[in-house]
Structures are given as structure tokens and as C-alpha cells.
């Protein structure tokens, strides 16, 4: 649906502004483009260290073993230098910060990282950026068309598919973030863990606001305050995430139980 919505501005932007629309366009892609690689090395370039087994066995075990029952490639540990409990995935890594390790136990930190690798396994460390970043340029058009249109139709169409476009990415988003979760559900020993971990991560939210980066795949879900919570909210509450979870877990243990 996003493709369709996207491919519907770009139409209406090259029917009604020729090749002005097509040259604005070329030039926000090529700067799109470049932020989308800029971020990837800003990732690589925080206070962050490569683990290796040595440092920590049961922890990269733990993800090695996750990551090759997913049926992805080993993905690359880092160690985030910050004491704010965070966590997320770029490419095929994972970062873990640690302050993680000081508010979770061991079972709850591989369920964390059981979601991202959910996300790696999901390719949303490819799409959540590539959306994310197609917003502006679906605003970039929407503006373009309803300033230099000379058609009143063209420009409330635009004006239309952009809001579209927001409230699919809403929706596709937290789709994927649910998604995550039901395979990490399925990598970690002990299911329930990940919830343990949402219940835990809560009480940090004031702190993890200044960190999280909403280009790239984490465990961050959106602020429950209402007065805080976005219009077009991209994550799925903690109660929602946690809720689904305990569904899930008593479907698979039901499942079991039906087939054992």
C-alpha cells in the first residue's frame, strides 16, 4: 500500500509539473539517499565496541544460537557506552547499551535482542529507514504541488495521498514492531522473558526519549502519556506489545500441548 501511495504522488507530480516535478524529485531522492547512508555511518560511529565471545559468552552464545535458528547471518554485538537502557539494529548488527545489563537479567536481555534480531529476520533494518525517510520526501511533493500546481484537484490530491501515507506508515510500522515480537517469541528459551523485560524498560521511558532514533528498528515503543503521544503513533503501546505477548505465549503453549 505504501509503494501504491508513493507511486500516486509521484504521478500527480509529473502530470501536473513535468519536468520541474521530475528534476525536484531526482534532487530529493539524491539527498534522501545520502541521509539514508549518512545514518548508517552515524550508527557505526557512536561510543560503541564490537563484542566478542571472550567478553561475554553468555550473551554472544545466546544471540549466535538465536540468530541461527532465525536462519540469519551471525549478526555483528556492539556494546553501547550509555547507561540509559536502549536497544536497537541497523544492517545485520545489533547494539545493546549498558545500562541494559544493569536493569534486566541475562534472559531478559536475549529476549531483547531476540526482537531485534526479529527485525533483522523481518528486513525492517532495510525498510524502516527507507520509509521513514520516503515521508519527506512524499511532503516535499505534496508542498511542491500545492505551491507551483496550477490545478486546485492536483493539489488536494497530493495534499490527500501524503496524509494517506502517514497513516499507512503508522500502521505498517506497528504492524512490524508486533511482528518482531512474535519471532523473538519463538527464538528465546524462555518466551515470557521479553515481557518481563517491556514491563521493566517502562519505568525508563523519560530517560530513553533523548536517545531513541525513530530511523532505526528498536525495542522502543511510543510514550503512553496522551498528552506526550504522537498523532501518527509508529510504536504499539507497552500494555498493547505486552498483551499480544501473553496471547501468543498461551497460543504456542496451547499448540504444544494439542501436539505433544
Do not use: C
Amino acid at each position: 500500500m505504501l509503494k501504491l501511495i508513493f507511486l500516486a504522488q509521484l504521478l500527480i507530480t509529473l502530470l501536473y509539473l513535468g519536468r520541474i516535478g521530475l528534476a525536484v524529485t531526482l534532487l530529493t531522492i539524491f539527498i534522501l539517499v545520502g541521509l539514508y547512508f549518512w545514518t548508517i555511518r552515524r550508527s557505526l560511529q557512536r561510543d560503541q565496541r564490537l563484542l566478542s565471545f571472550e567478553d561475554m559468552p553468555w550473551l554472544y552464545d545466546g544471540i549466535m544460537r538465536m540468530a541461527n535458528k532465525a536462519g540469519i547471518a551471525p549478526p555483528e554485538i556492539y556494546i553501547l557506552d550509555d547507561y540509559i537502557p536502549n536497544a536497537y539494529s541497523f544492517g545485520n548488527s545489533i547494539v545493546l547499551s549498558l545500562g541494559l545489563f544493569e536493569v534486566l537479567d541475562e534472559e531478559e536481555i536475549l529476549a531483547v535482542a531476540a526482537h531485534e534480531i526479529g527485525h533483522i529476520k523481518n528486513s525492517d533494518t532495510l525498510m524502516f529507514p527507507l520509509i521513514s525517510y520516503l515521508r519527506y520526501l512524499m511532503l516535499s511533493l505534496a508542498l511542491l504541488n500545492t505551491v507551483f500546481s496550477k490545478s486546485l484537484l492536483g493539489s488536494i490530491v497530493s495534499i490527500l495521498l501524503y496524509i494517506a501515507y502517514e497513516v499507512e506508515r503508522s500502521r505498517h510500522l506497528r504492524k512490524r514492531e508486533f511482528k518482531a515480537d512474535e519471532t523473538a517469541l519463538r527464538l528465546v528459551p524462555k518466551p515470557l522473558a521479553l515481557k518481563e523485560a517491556l514491563e521493566e524498560l517502562k519505568y525508563y521511558e523519560d530517560l530513553r526519549t533523548t536517545v531513541k532514533d525513530p530511523v532505526l528498528p528498536s525495542i522502543e515503543p511510543s510514550i503512553e502519556r496522551k498528552s506526550q503521544k504522537p498523532f501518527f503513533t509508529t510504536h504499539p503501546s507497552y500494555d498493547e506489545r505486552i498483551w499480544r505477548i501473553m496471547a501468543e505465549v498461551d497460543a504456542m503453549t496451547l499448540r504444544e500441548r494439542i501436539f505433544n
